[in-house]
C-alpha cells in the first residue's frame, strides 16, 4: 500500500478512470492509511517550496505567485488580523491557474480570532456543509450557539455525545460541488466579517 501514492500521484492519468474522481481515491488512500505509514512523495510541501529545484514526477511544479502589494493598505490589514502584503509569501502551482497558497499572513493571535468566525459564521446557512446530508436546515442552524457551551466543558468523556461542530468536517463558500450530480452551483454568500481583532 506505501507504493500506491507513488501510482496515485498523477491526477491527470487519475482522473481518466471511470467512475472514479481523481480527489475521492487520493482522500481514501491518506484517510485509509494508518498514522505514519503513508507514502507522502507526492504530497506538495510548500514550506519547502523555495528550495525545490525540480518537482518529483506527477507532481506540479511550486512557482511564487505575485501580489500587487498596493491593492490591500497595510493599516486595512492591520484592521482585520493580516501582516501587510509586502510579507506574505504566496505560491501558485503550473498548470492550476487560480490556484494560490499563502502560508499564514496573520498577525500575531490573530489566527484564533479567524478560526472562531470561520466556526461561528461560515458554518450559517445559506453555506453546504458536510452535515446537510444528515439533517435538517432547522438541526443546522447555528451550529455555534448549539455547541459552544458542550466544547466549553472540561469534562471530556466518551460517553458524551460528540457537538455538531465536533462532527462538522467542512463547509463550502462560493460554488458548492455536488459529488452526485457532479455539477457546481453558486451559493448566495455574505461575505461580511467583523473587522475587529479579537472579541465575541
Same mark, same amino acid.
Given at each position: 500500500?506505501?507504493?500506491?501514492?507513488?501510482?496515485?500521484?498523477?491526477?491527470?492519468?487519475?482522473?481518466?478512470?471511470?467512475?472514479?474522481?481523481?480527489?475521492?481515491?487520493?482522500?481514501?488512500?491518506?484517510?485509509?492509511?494508518?498514522?505514519?505509514?503513508?507514502?507522502?512523495?507526492?504530497?506538495?510541501?510548500?514550506?519547502e517550496?523555495?528550495?525545490?529545484?525540480?518537482?518529483?514526477?506527477?507532481?506540479?511544479?511550486?512557482v511564487?505567485?505575485?501580489l500587487?502589494?498596493?491593492?490591500?493598505? $497595510?493599516?486595512?490589514? *492591520?484592521?482585520?488580523?493580516?501582516?501587510? &502584503?509586502? !510579507?506574505? %509569501?504566496?505560491?501558485? +502551482?503550473?498548470?492550476?491557474?487560480?490556484?494560490?497558497?499563502?502560508?499564514?499572513?496573520?498577525?500575531?493571535?490573530?489566527?484564533r480570532?479567524?478560526?472562531?468566525?470561520?466556526?461561528?459564521?461560515?458554518?450559517?446557512?445559506?453555506?453546504?456543509?458536510?452535515?446537510?446530508?444528515?439533517?435538517?436546515?432547522?438541526?443546522?442552524?447555528?451550529?455555534? $450557539?448549539?455547541?459552544? *457551551?458542550?466544547?466549553?466543558?472540561?469534562? &471530556?468523556? !466518551?460517553? %458524551?455525545?460528540?457537538? +455538531?461542530?465536533?462532527?462538522?468536517?467542512?463547509?463550502?463558500?462560493?460554488?458548492?460541488?455536488?459529488?452526485?450530480?457532479?455539477?457546481?452551483?453558486?451559493?448566495p454568500?455574505?461575505?461580511?466579517?467583523?473587522?475587529?481583532?479579537?472579541?465575541?
Open positions: 500500500m506505501g507504493k500506491m501514492a507513488a501510482a496515485v500521484a498523477s491526477l491527470a492519468t487519475l482522473a481518466a478512470e471511470p467512475r472514479e474522481d481523481a480527489f475521492r481515491k487520493l482522500f481514501r488512500f491518506y484517510r485509509q492509511s494508518r498514522p505514519g505509514t503513508a507514502d507522502l512523495g507526492a504530497v506538495i510541501d510548500f514550506s517550496a523555495h528550495l525545490a529545484r525540480s518537482p518529483k514526477p506527477g507532481v506540479p511544479q511550486v511564487r505567485f505575485p500587487n502589494v498596493s491593492s490591500v493598505t $497595510e493599516r486595512d490589514a *492591520e484592521r482585520v488580523g493580516l501582516e501587510p &502584503v509586502s !510579507k506574505w %509569501r504566496a505560491y501558485g +502551482l503550473e498548470g492550476y491557474p487560480g490556484f494560490i497558497f499563502i502560508p499564514n499572513p496573520f498577525l500575531p493571535g490573530c489566527q480570532h479567524w478560526v472562531k468566525q470561520c466556526l461561528k459564521l461560515y458554518s450559517q446557512k445559506p453555506n453546504v456543509c458536510n452535515l446537510d446530508k444528515h439533517m435538517t436546515k432547522e438541526e443546522t442552524q447555528g451550529l455555534w $450557539e448549539q455547541s459552544k *457551551e458542550v466544547l466549553r466543558s472540561k469534562e &471530556v468523556t !466518551k460517553r %458524551r455525545p460528540r457537538s +455538531l461542530l465536533e462532527r462538522l468536517r467542512w463547509v463550502t463558500l462560493g460554488y458548492h460541488y455536488n459529488w452526485d450530480s457532479k455539477s457546481k452551483s453558486p451559493l454568500v455574505d461575505f461580511r466579517v467583523s473587522k475587529q481583532k479579537q472579541g465575541s
